[in-house]
T-cell receptor
């Protein structure tokens, strides 16, 4: 139980285009989801906290107009990287809190490469 | 100062060795502590929670020293399959995001 499905697993896009990443909780309701970014040999850095039905809370230094987060339902949060540039190439991963026990479940991550 | 600091390693050890990882955290109000394991290009997976009394899970022992804001992980009888990056993780309070250390890379060789 408590599975979070994230897709796509990997994506290559051209500079200037937008990419949407989806994160779904398959068997539980996730009122809160978190989006992280991980550059090679770096730690997972929190980008934003996504709450169902309200605006996301972004961490300092993360551009909210560039990284659009939508959490319109209790089972789906999306991250859209707008006007992607090569420096946005990274591993993006979502996490959700399991309401039943408060544990954290991670999606399998999305490797974004912008060329 | 980073919120969670770890020695990045890498630690290169032979099979059967005992290896210890250390971690410090800066927020004295942090409530929960964990060790996660991350394999290359994969999502992190929970290895174990860390309690003040210390806890053990098979070959893995975790300890927490709140006064020193220090967390440790001990792996005994290392296996090849233990090769991975070990992430020290802290949560300030329930319902908030996990804060990750940079990770310590372990490579176990035969």
């Amino acid at each position: 139980g408590a599975v979070v499905s994230q897709h796509p697993s990997w994506v290559i896009c051209k500079s200037g285009t937008s990419v949407k990443i989806e994160c779904r909780s398959l068997d539980f309701q996730a009122t809160t989801m978190f989006w992280y970014r991980q550059f090679p040999k770096q730690s997972l850095m929190l980008m934003a906290t996504s709450n169902e039905g309200s605006k996301a809370t972004y961490e300092q230094g993360v551009e909210k107009d560039k990284f659009l987060i939508n959490h319109a339902s209790l089972t789906l949060s999306t991250l859209t990287v707008t006007s992607a540039h090569p420096e946005d190439s990274s591993f993006y991963i979502c996490s959700a809190i399991k309401e039943l026990d408060g544990g954290y479940t991670f999606g399998s991550g999305t490797r974004l490469t912008v060329v | 100062r980073k919120e969670v600091e770890q020695d990045p390693g890498p630690f290169n050890v032979p099979e059967g060795a005992t290896v210890a990882f250390n971690c410090t955290y800066s927020n004295s109000a942090s409530q929960s502590f964990f060790w996660y394991r991350q394999d290359c290009r994969k999502e992190p997976k929970l290895l174990m929670s860390v309690y003040s009394s210390g806890n053990e899970d098979g070959r893995f022992t975790a300890q927490l020293n709140r006064a020193s804001q220090y967390i440790s992980l001990l792996i005994r009888d290392s296996k090849l399959s233990d090769s991975a990056t070990y992430l020290c993780v802290v949560m300030s309070q329930a319902g908030t995001a996990l804060i990750f250390g940079k990770g310590t890379t372990l490579s176990v060789s035969s």
